[in-house]
Structure formats: C-alpha cells, structure tokens
C-alpha cells in the first residue's frame, strides 16, 4: 500500500504572514507604485549621485622603487604565485622584462621560477601549461584537452590549407623573400595566398628590396610564434630533426606528399643512415675532383708560360735597319 499526499492538505494548510520569511510582503505592488510613481523616485532624479569609490592607490610611477624593496623580502615559493597570477591574467605572451616592470622581482630570479612553473605546468600533467612563445611566457590549455575546450567554446580547430601551409613555410625559412621568389619554389602563383596570410596576420610586409622593380620583402609575424608556438624563427624544426622522423611521421609525410611525384622517396632517402655518409662522400669526392681540376689547369698555366718565355730568348735578333748582309768571298 502507497501513502501521497491528499490534495485536501494543500487547500487547508494556512499561508505564511505577510512579512515573514518566504511569504508576502506588506506592501502590494499596487500600493508600492502609488507612492513611487511609474518612474521611481523623482527627487533622486535631480540629484548628483555621490562619489562612493575612494582613489586612493598609489602611484605607478612614483612608488616602483618602494615596490622594488617589497619584492626584494618575497620567499621563492611567494614569487611563483605571483608571477602566476600576473601571467593569468594577461592576454598575450609577457617577456621577463615585461614581468619586471610589473612585479619588481629581480630578472634572476624571475626566470629561475618560470622553469619552476613551467617544470610544473607543462604538457599531460597539468591543465594549464606554461609555453614560452613569441620571446615571452604565457599559459595556455593542455593540448590533450584541445577538442573539449573547443566543445566548450563552440569553435572550430584552426587550420591552414596545404597552399597555405607550403607558402608560410618557404617565407619563415627563406625571409626576407619576395612573391617571385615564393612562387619560383612552389610553381604556381602564390598572390592570393599570401594576401590570406597577411589578413591572418601570420605574415607581414617588411620592406623592398634593393633591385630593378623594388619587389616587396615578406616575413613572418609575432602572431606567426604565438600561432605555432615557437620561442623564436631559431625553434623551427632542422633538417637533422627531419632526419630523425618516426616511422608514423614518416608515412605521414609521405602520404600527405604522394600527389607530388618528384619527392616520393624523400622522407625514405634522408631517414637512412647511410644516407648522410654517402652524400658526404661524394660531397669529399667533388671536393677532391674539384681540386685536381685546379692543379691541372694551374700545371698547364706554367706550362704556357715557360714555353712562352724559351721560344723569346731562343729567337734570332731583328736584323737592324741599315746592317749590311755577309759580303761574298
């Protein structure tokens, strides 16, 4: 047997007293807006509304040495919160200078407790990972938690079209270059690509250069380190880091590459280890070749030049004007 409420209960329970807790007020709303009006109080209309934030922070400027001195007495463990709380909030990669300016911590030690954090925040074991980027620091979500920040922000992942992709890489590693020169390497015209990178700010204009046509120089950007993550153009991958590609990559790369005939093979060639040992070879091969070359051609140069002075000192004199020949006997 099941027990309910009755309904009967809900009609014979008494309501709570005006002006207690969870029941009405005393006042209806009629009575309320009979003595308020429809537009509120109108004396308060008339009158300035008083200041209520007092300003009284101290000067930025005037005070930073004071500030100086405070943060000289900040434990190591108090200099990492702060330099946290500072980092957290700010919106884009902030240098060790930057963070100076801000905190007064001396640059040692501020950068010794960045690699603190960093040790601390970084990839798979924190939430929240501590990059240095663009020439500063800045915190950024664990890149294994990409696609549920994404879900949250209802964004899509940021991706580049392989024009775009082959384009940035031959202006980050052959800047300053001009469009021909961009479009001699790719083969097609490259105009449109590069205006979109310029509009993604991922590539910029950096001045003209100095030949018949004055054709424009593009670079890459800041943006272009912070997009990409990278401390600086020094922390583009190397061709010994290309070297040392897994076999997953590998494939990859092979894949991705396989509608370009002329390359097939490329990633197999320049993984192998003998690889490097044969170019070197033939590389002293040249060299050697190269110098024989030289020698015979110096060799040949002597050779002239001794011939050349024999046949002057072996031929016979000019006969002088005038000299008479031999008379007969």
């Known amino acids: 047997m099941t027990t309910g409420r009755n309904p009967s209960d809900e009609e014979t329970s008494e309501a709570p007293a005006p002006g207690t807790p969870g029941g009405p007020g005393p006042f209806s709303e009629e009575e309320i807006a009979a ?10 209309d008339e009158v300035e509304a008083a200041a209520i934030e007092e300003d009284s922070g101290p000067d930025l400027e005037t005070s930073f040495e004071k500030f100086v001195q405070k943060s000289r007495k900040l434990s190591e463990d108090r200099i990492r919160t702060v330099l946290q709380s500072v980092l957290f909030v700010a919106d884009k990669a902030l240098t060790v200078d930057q963070l100076y300016e801000s905190t007064g911590i001396d640059r040692e030690l501020i950068a010794k407790a960045l690699d603190q954090i960093s040790g601390l925040h970084r990839d798979g074991v924190n939430g929240i990972v501590l990059h240095e980027v663009a020439g500063g620091w800045q915190f950024r979500t664990d890149p ?43 083969g097609v015209d ?18 003209k250069k100095e030949e018949v046509g004055r054709p424009i120089l593009y670079g890459t950007t800041r943006e272009f380190l912070e997009f990409f993550a990278l401390k600086d153009l020094s922390a583009l991958p190397t061709l010994r880091e290309f070297h040392e590609l897994t076999q997953e990559h590998q494939e990859i790369v ?34 050697a070749a190269l110098e ?38």
């Open 35 to 44: 003595v308020t009006g429809p537009g509120g109080d109108s004396e308060l």
């Open 144 to 186: 294994h938690s990409a696609e549920y920040v994404r879900r949250y922000l209802r964004v899509k992942p940021q991706r580049l079209t392989r024009a775009a992709v082959e384009t940035l890489a031959i202006i980050a590693y052959r800047q300053p270059v001009t469009r021909p020169e961009v479009e001699e390497i790719r």
């Open 190 to 207: 490259c105009g449109a690509v590069i205006k979109a990178l310029m509009d993604r700010k991922l590539v910029k204009i950096l001045g």
């Open 254 to 287: 092979e894949k991705e590459s396989s509608t370009a005939p002329k390359v097939a093979g490329t990633v197999e060639a320049l993984a192998d280890p003998g690889f490097q040992k044969r170019l070197e070879k033939n590389e002293a091969a040249s060299e």
């Open 292 to 329: 024989e070359l030289e020698e015979a051609i110096s060799a040949a140069d002597r050779s002239q030049k001794a011939a050349a002075g024999l046949l002057t000192n072996t031929a016979p004199p000019p006969p002088q004007a005038g000299a008479e020949g031999p008379k007969p006997e």
